[in-house]
């Protein structure tokens, strides 16, 4: 009895150390005193651009009491980010590297993060029936993202040379498109007024990702000769990009559709390029110096040529047989008229030929001055010849001598 009593006694302080160390072993590992950790590596807060890429680093790690921190392994949990003013968790799951790291950055399978300040914390979730207990950041961690700029401009152009309607072209500039080297995907909206305020035309047109090549848009519509109409364009970045682009305002396009005539198309309001402008003037000038210089070359060729004294003469044609002119020989500058004397009579009697001479100048060319006529080649005519006539009774003005039947010969 004695022996069975021991032995059962025996047995049951057994069962109990048995107890005690299974419970012991059952304890967390926070109620041995350990503790796990998680911090941000990455010094803060951090500035970036929308859509610029961005990293933030933790890490996780264990603490013993007394003892030292070692760091967590891929098997002994992962981490979830959570960003202040986004619903739900920005990252899940996030996987522990074998240095106790997380890395935290944009997905490039969710949205891009939208301008704006946020505070990033994490948590690390153990294992299931793991011996580590979890645990959170402490001190929030400061981001902000700052939005990139989108200036879209719009021009109308009627250029005959393009087509016969107006063409609408818009372009996108920016500090978006210096960082990412093309325009942001979105549509562009176009409509047109009528000078009664009516729309007579509207468009739409896609704005690709990435995009540099202008989007262009003719209006079709018939619009009216001679009229003002005004363009109203808006471009709208995809969802996706809108949160983080600031987009400006465009003004509204007025533009005068050509009248038919020539003074209406160039009053229009056509953008003409500057080196035609100066062109077309160059010509215009040339052709009315001319038509001036030509002017005067007729003028001085049809018109009567001064002489010396400046009085002006009548021109006269070579060959014309009323081209005759009188010179008195003091004019020509000739020598008197030699006198003869008279036969048989008295040798103090003589008598003169007229003191005048007529002289006929034919065919020749009149100058602007009278030349030196002593040396001018003349024709001068010493007598005249009658034809014998029936009625005409022929006179010997020849004297004979006195005492002499016949003349001199």
Do not use: C, H
Request: glycine share 12%; aromatic share 6%; proline share 8%.
């Amino acid at each position: 009895m004695i022996r069975r009593s021991v032995t059962r006694g025996i047995a049951l302080i057994g069962a109990v150390l048995v107890g005690a160390a299974m419970s012991l072993v059952a304890l967390p590992a926070s109620a041995a005193g350990v503790d796990t950790g998680l911090t941000f590596e990455t010094a803060g807060p951090i500035e970036v651009s929308f859509g610029e890429e961005w990293l933030i680093v933790l890490n996780a790690e264990v603490r013993y009491e007394g003892g030292p921190n070692l760091p967590l392994g891929p098997g002994d949990g992962t981490v979830d980010v959570y960003l202040s003013g986004i619903g739900g968790a920005f990252a899940t799951s996030l996987a522990i590297q074998a240095d106790g790291r997380v890395y935290v950055s944009q997905s490039s399978t969710a949205p891009l993060l939208a301008a704006g300040s946020y505070e990033v914390s994490a948590i690390y979730n153990p294992v299931p029936g793991g011996f580590y207990a979890s645990s959170q950041t402490g001190s929030p961690f400061s981001l902000t993202v700052t939005p990139l700029e989108v200036v879209p401009s719009v021009q109308v152009g009627i250029d005959s040379a393009v087509s016969e309607r107006p063409i609408i072209t818009a372009n996108v500039s920016g500090s978006y498109l210096d960082s990412t080297g093309g325009a942001p995907a979105g549509t562009w909206k176009f409509d047109v007024t009528g000078p009664s305020g009516d729309v007579v035309f509207e468009s739409e047109r896609a704005q690709l990702q990435g995009g540099t090549d202008s989007v262009r848009v003719e209006i079709t519509a018939k619009l009216d000769k001679g009229e003002r109409y005004t363009v109203n364009s808006t471009f709208v970045p995809v969802a996706e990009l809108a949160g983080g682009l600031t987009v400006s305002a465009i003004s509204p396009i007025d533009f005068n559709t050509p009248a038919g005539g020539l003074g209406d198309t160039i009053g229009a309001a056509v953008p003409t390029p500057l080196w035609l402008a100066l062109l077309l003037l160059a010509l215009v000038l040339a052709l009315a110096t001319a038509a001036i210089v030509l002017g005067v070359k007729l003028r001085g060729r049809a018109g009567p040529t001064p002489d010396a004294t400046g009085a002006e003469s009548e021109r006269r044609i070579p060959g014309d047989p009323t081209n005759v002119e009188v010179v008195s020989p003091e004019q020509m500058g000739l020598p008197e008229p030699a006198t003869i004397p008279e036969l048989g009579g008295d040798t103090g009697a003589t008598r003169k030929l007229p003191t005048s001479t007529t002289w006929l100048l034919s065919d020749v060319e009149p100058a602007t001055s009278l030349p030196d006529f002593a040396d001018a080649p003349t024709e001068r005519i010493d007598a005249v010849v009658i034809p014998a006539d029936d009625s005409t009774e022929l006179i010997d003005t020849s004297e004979t001598p006195a005492g002499d039947g016949k003349a001199d010969s």
